[in-house]
């Protein structure tokens, strides 16, 4: 299991006191890839709830139907590529 450490996140937060949120649009800006790779390397680490509605007001009740959602509106090939993507992102139980 991986673990943010206090420590970490202590510096972590002088760091945004110092600069800002403007660190993260100069980030975004300037290496687009490694930002989205650190908000998914975050996820992996850190869970947060979300409240996840669908554009027609339903709500998921699992993964399966998620995936049947993405395959209804991407088809087959979208479904195959989201779901490579969330084995990549999953954390190992």
């Known amino acids: 299991m991986q673990v943010l450490s206090g420590k970490f996140l ?25 930002y989205f790779t650190a908000l998914v390397g975050l996820s992996k680490i850190v869970k947060v709830p979300a409240d996840v509605t669908h554009r027609d007001g ?11 959602k993405v395959e ?10 989201f779901e490579k993507f969330l084995a990549k992102v999953r954390p190992t139980e």
């Open 10 to 34: 202590r510096d972590f937060q002088r760091h945004y006191d110092e600069k800002g949120y403007k660190i993260f649009d100069w980030v975004l800006e300037t290496h687009p890839l490694a």
């Open 72 to 81: 209804e509106q991407t088809g087959k090939e979208g479904r195959a590529a």
């Open 58 to 68: 339903s709500k998921p009740r699992s993964i399966d139907e998620v995936l049947q």
